[in-house]
């Protein structure tokens, strides 16, 4: 007897899935076959359950057996008779004319470890660290040389993304350009994203306080629900419009003017605008990182890393060429190549670690853990940069939070 099994999938078939089995009898010389293949064609379900099922009698019908041991392998066995030739041995009591398959699906790993549970919330938490660190250090750096500009900084950062991502890649075997038809035009929009996010963010680092710009930063989860509501067709809930009400009022109140000069009031607001534009740069990118599960987490870091380096270097080429010309000495030295080092290794890190973390946990649940970064900018701005708070700035920062934590916990649990 030959058997052709196709299941909707090429090269699958397991417990659960329907395929199409066609029946015929080999050709041995010139006798014609006795089962014609377009007669004994029929669609069969394995189930792995402890079933018998036998169909009705009839030419060209199937009969199936199905059952699962308890030995660690699902196994479902299939009896295929042929109605036409099947005759009982009454001596063996057996069926001759039946062909069985078996089918073998092994069991999922149990998640029983600590490691495998919070794996996803720890990469994520260790991103937010790194990330943070890195901003602290870029504001240390604009403080210690002024010489020292946003797109160096653009620069420091994407190449440590693009060299990190182009390592890990080669160190796992991954193809970089083994990418679905469906994702390219996700990886290029993350690209695109990304830069701006670096250009945007690091101006705004340069011209207000590390804590202002976590408080801002932190409406992405806002910007997201606006998100889903224009473009997705999602529905908001009341509580939504309620939390995204205080969010607004906040950063109302946390964008004024503040400062004791009139370049201290334009430089505050400006780069409040900034933290906001790369805010909702942030939920985009959000998005998109949980929409490209697919493919291996270095790959989006590796491309908007070129982008980011191809995009800065034509600045960079331009600041030096003007010193040169104005024979001005060298605007950088040793430590600030320092610097530089552990700003793009911290980023780097930070990024690729954000990639990674979106691979094994939802995007709610990560989008609470950035609040643990608010800590750390306000104990830098107020141990290391003297920074000056205004009342009005904390208010600001406390709706904003409040109003963001709420929306993050909610879509946690599932009640919006």
């Given at each position: 007897m030959n058997l052709s099994i196709s299941a909707p999938k090429k090269g699958e078939i397991s417990l659960g899935v329907k395929a199409d089995i066609d029946?015929?009898?080999?050709?041995?010389?010139?006798?014609?076959?006795?089962?014609?293949?377009?007669?004994?064609?029929?669609?069969?379900?394995?189930?792995?359950?402890?079933?018998?099922?036998?169909g009705r009698g009839g030419y060209g019908e199937t009969s199936m057996l199905a059952k699962m041991p308890s030995a660690g392998m699902n196994v479902s066995k299939i009896a295929i008779l042929d109605r036409k030739s099947m005759i009982m041995d009454p001596g063996q009591s057996m069926l001759k004319g039946v062909t069985f398959i078996e089918l073998h699906d092994p069991p999922a790993p149990p998640l029983n470890t600590w490691w495998q549970l919070l794996k996803g919330i720890l990469i994520m938490k260790m991103s937010v660290l790194l990330l943070t660190v890195s901003g602290i250090l870029v504001k240390y750096h604009y403080e210690y040389n002024p010489n020292v500009t946003i797109y160096d900084m653009v620069f420091v950062r994407a190449f440590s993304q693009l060299l990190m991502s182009y390592v890990i890649a080669r160190r796992e075997k991954v193809n970089l350009t083994d990418i679905p038809d469906h994702q390219w035009r996700l990886v290029i929009i993350r690209a695109i994203t990304g830069t701006m996010t670096f250009f945007i963010f690091n101006t705004a680092v340069k011209l207000i306080s590390l804590s202002k710009v976590a408080f801002l930063n932190n409406t992405s989860p806002i910007f997201a629900t606006i998100i889903a509501f224009m473009f997705l067709g999602e529905a908001i809930t009341r509580s939504e419009v309620a939390s995204l009400s205080i969010c607004i009022l906040g950063v109302a109140i946390l964008v004024q003017p503040y400062g004791e000069s009139t370049q201290e009031q334009t430089e505050n607001t400006l780069g409040s605008i900034l933290v906001l534009m790369s805010s909702f740069l942030n939920a985009v990118n959000y998005c998109l990182l949980r929409m490209m599960k697919e493919i291996h987490y270095c790959i989006s870091p590796y491309y908007y890393g070129i982008l980011g380096t191809l995009s800065s270097l034509p600045f960079i080429f331009n600041t030096e060429f003007s010193y040169l010309q104005q024979a001005l000495p060298t605007r950088l030295g040793p430590v600030d190549y320092l610097l530089?080092?552990?700003?793009?290794?911290?980023?780097?890190?930070?990024?690729?670690?954000?990639?990674?973390?979106?691979?094994?946990?939802?995007?709610?649940?990560?989008?609470?853990?950035?609040y643990t970064n608010l800590f750390y900018s306000l104990a830098a701005d107020v141990m290391l940069f003297q920074s000056h708070i205004y009342p009005g700035e904390i208010v600001g920062a406390t709706l904003i939070v409040s109003s963001s934590f709420i929306i993050a916990v909610l879509k946690s649990y599932r009640v919006i």
């Open positions: 029946i015929g009898q080999p050709i041995v010389g010139d006798e014609q076959p006795l089962l014609s293949l377009s007669k004994m064609y029929s669609k069969i379900s394995a189930v792995p359950e402890e079933t018998t099922m036998m530089f080092f552990l700003v793009g290794a911290s980023s780097a890190l930070g990024a690729i670690s954000k990639s990674l973390a979106f691979q094994y946990e939802k995007v709610s649940t990560l989008s609470m853990l950035k």
